[in-house]
């Protein structure tokens, strides 16, 4: 927030977040930091902490934290920029008056403001090139085969990219400077440094924000070309975790019908709007994100997720499910029949019969048991994994009367005794009250130790932090761990060689890794030597191994018994002992 050389900057570095939160909160010094009662939730035990010398909070209890900025706006509810002018106030920094912006930020709206523009001619662009070139009329003519009629082709403002890749760049080369049109995320370079059009021979879909300015496209392959769907770059108008598609759209019926549809693809939020469902929204290409939820959530809580049902939509169902559930979403699922997407499965059975669907899509915890069906259940092993796939998202049930009532469908439904299911239940219950006092799904983030001490590490290790970020990007160390997130923007903050500000770098994080970065970053670590890193990344290294072990172990056992040691069984097999070698105990 506070960028660089900026006044906020400026008031960061010299306001004293103690003396200004001591001003809200009755603070006592308690080891290198100051603790009390935090003001954001009821406590009897102070579990609210103040650093002075990283000069960020943050609530053990209820996770509120930030830098000083963040402190003010919470309490005082009121804008950043306002936040700024109070903190610099209170200590008598002087405030420049509001009209004197910095040149860089006056540049950067100026920016901004010729890529909305460039984006909303690129459209006009694109669209008169789908009617009126002999190529894109066959796209045209592609599209009105897939069942999109000319007049859902100008309400959603579909047009053309052209198969010579330069084409947009004739139409904008003398009206845009090249240093605009090469953040637009419209244009590549080549080997001689000539930019050329991004995106050739596709289909282009206009991606527009919450409030309807075009930002970024979607392109559709025409015929095989790969990849099928090519997706404008982040840019300083688009970021892909922001942005919904069609919600500029669907705002509306999304209040009144207090109900979203949410599906993956812009095709798919195309059918079920023109089905006369204009609540959807698409998260497009990624997976849900939180800001994404959070955005829909402006509008309504209850959502439907219809996702393809393949496997890659299946799980980027389960894992939208989470994310969804943690932000409070009351939550509905719809696996359409005959593996079907929502394009497909309307343009095959109609908009009735989507729509009667829709409305008898189950809640989630339905769907899931009916997907733990699926797996073996002629084993108490199968059954074990049948249980462990549901317990996560039975947990985040907030009720706990409707815990306890889905607690009895599944035993029922996977043929479980309840007891049995009803002990493992309290006892992962009991086993995450004891671990953290915090909201419970902190639990299982909480970070193993050898990757806690490397965050510390990141951190506090003015010696050798970029030599071990160095060399922890180098093997890619830092891959599929609970906090790959949070080392990777250390990693990155330590590669600009500068000491990392663990409430700047905090903002960027989602919630979940916000916490637990403030988290560590506050315990106290004994001071930290280049032998303990190594070791540290040695049990990482090693956890690798061990994975890659029981990946090797799968395979092997899946070649069938009496098979003949072919080359690539026996590729695994050798795998198998230079792994087992390398992860044996050191001869004493
Ligand atoms: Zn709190």
């Known amino acids: 927030?506070?960028?660089?050389?900026?006044?906020?900057?400026?008031?960061?570095?010299?306001?004293?977040?103690?003396?200004?939160?001591?001003?809200?909160?009755?603070?006592?010094?308690?080891?290198?930091?100051?603790?009390?009662?935090?003001?954001?939730?009821?406590?009897?035990?102070?579990?609210?902490?103040?650093?002075?010398?990283?000069?960020?909070?943050?609530?053990?209890?209820?996770?509120?934290?930030?830098?000083?900025?963040?402190?003010?706006?919470?309490?005082?509810?009121?804008?950043?920029?306002?936040?700024?002018?109070?903190?610099?106030?209170?200590?008598?920094?002087?405030i420049p008056r509001a009209k004197e912006r910095t040149p860089e930020e006056r540049k950067e709206n100026q920016q901004r403001t010729s890529l909305v523009e460039i984006h909303k001619e690129a459209a006009a662009f694109f669209v008169q090139q789908l009617n009126g070139?002999?190529?894109?009329?066959?796209?045209?003519?592609?599209?009105?085969?897939?069942?999109?009629?000319?007049?859902a082709m100008s309400r959603f403002g579909i047009g053309f990219a052209s198969s010579g890749g330069e084409s947009l760049m004739r139409a904008f080369q003398q009206k845009y400077p090249e240093k605009v049109l090469e953040v637009s995320g419209l244009f590549s370079r080549d080997q001689n440094g000539r930019l050329f059009d991004r995106f050739r021979r596709r289909v282009m879909f206009p991606i527009a924000n919450d409030s309807g300015q075009i930002v970024a496209f979607g392109g559709r392959a025409l015929g095989?070309?790969?990849?099928?769907?090519?997706?404008?770059?982040?840019?300083?108008?688009?970021?892909?975790?922001?942005?919904?598609y069609h919600l500029d759209r669907a705002k509306e019926s999304l209040r009144q019908s207090d109900f979203a549809v949410l599906v993956e693809g812009y095709m798919d939020a195309i059918a079920v709007a023109r089905a006369g469902i204009p609540n959807v929204v698409a998260s497009c290409g990624t997976s849900l994100t939180e800001p994404q939820v959070k955005l829909l959530n402006r509008f309504t809580r209850r959502i439907i997720v219809n996702y393809d049902p393949d496997t890659a939509g299946q799980a980027a169902a389960e894992r939208s499910l989470t994310i969804l559930l943690e932000q409070g979403a009351e939550v509905r699922v719809l696996a359409l029949p005959g593996g079907k997407d929502p394009d497909s499965f309307i343009r095959s059975e109609g908009a009735a019969a989507y729509a009667k669907l829709l409305k008898e899509a189950p809640p989630y915890v339905d769907y899931l048991i009916s997907r733990a069906r699926k797996m073996d259940m002629s084993t108490g092993e199968g059954k074990l994994r049948a249980v462990n796939f549901l317990m996560p998202y039975v947990q985040r049930i907030p009720d706990r009367i409707l815990r306890s009532e889905w607690a009895t469908r599944i035993a029922q439904q996977l043929r479980i005794e309840e007891p049995v299911l009803r002990e493992s239940m309290r006892k992962a219950a009991s086993e995450r009250r004891s671990e953290v006092k915090a909201r419970p799904e902190l639990v299982g983030r909480i970070g193993k130790p050898a990757e806690r001490r490397l965050v510390q590490m990141l951190i506090e290790a003015d010696e050798f932090r970029s030599k071990l970020a160095q060399e922890i990007l180098a093997e890619e160390l830092h891959r599929g761990l609970e906090s790959e997130r949070i080392l990777a923007v250390l990693i990155e903050a330590c590669a600009l060689n500068t000491k990392p500000d663990a409430s700047a770098l905090g903002m960027a994080l989602e919630d979940r890794d916000r916490r637990l970065l403030f988290e560590i970053a506050f315990e106290s670590g004994a001071p930290s030597s280049w032998e303990e890193a190594q070791s540290c990344l040695d049990v990482l290294r090693r956890r690798r191994a061990e994975e890659e072990l029981s990946a090797v172990q799968r395979q092997i056992e899946s070649f069938a018994a009496g098979a003949t040691a072919g080359g690539e069984l026996r590729r695994l097999l050798e795998r198998k002992q230079e792994l087992r070698r390398r992860l044996a105990p050191p001869v004493q």
Do not use: W
């Open 133 to 151: 070139t002999p190529e894109g009329r066959a796209a045209k003519a592609y599209l009105l085969d897939r069942g999109l009629d000319s007049e």
């Open 1 to 94: 927030m506070a960028e660089a050389g900026s006044f906020a900057d400026r008031v960061k570095q010299q306001a004293d977040i103690v003396r200004v939160i001591g001003e809200y909160v009755r603070l006592k010094k308690s080891g290198q930091n100051f603790a009390g009662l935090c003001p954001f939730h009821s406590e009897k035990t102070p579990s609210f902490s103040v650093s002075a010398t990283k000069q960020f909070y943050y609530c053990f209890g209820c996770g509120a934290g930030g830098d000083v900025f963040k402190f003010v706006m919470e309490m005082d509810k009121v804008t950043f920029p306002d936040s700024v002018r109070a903190v610099a106030e209170k200590c008598g920094i002087a």
């Open 224 to 244: 095989d070309d790969l990849p099928k769907y090519l997706n404008s770059p982040e840019t300083p108008i688009y970021t892909k975790s922001n942005i919904l």
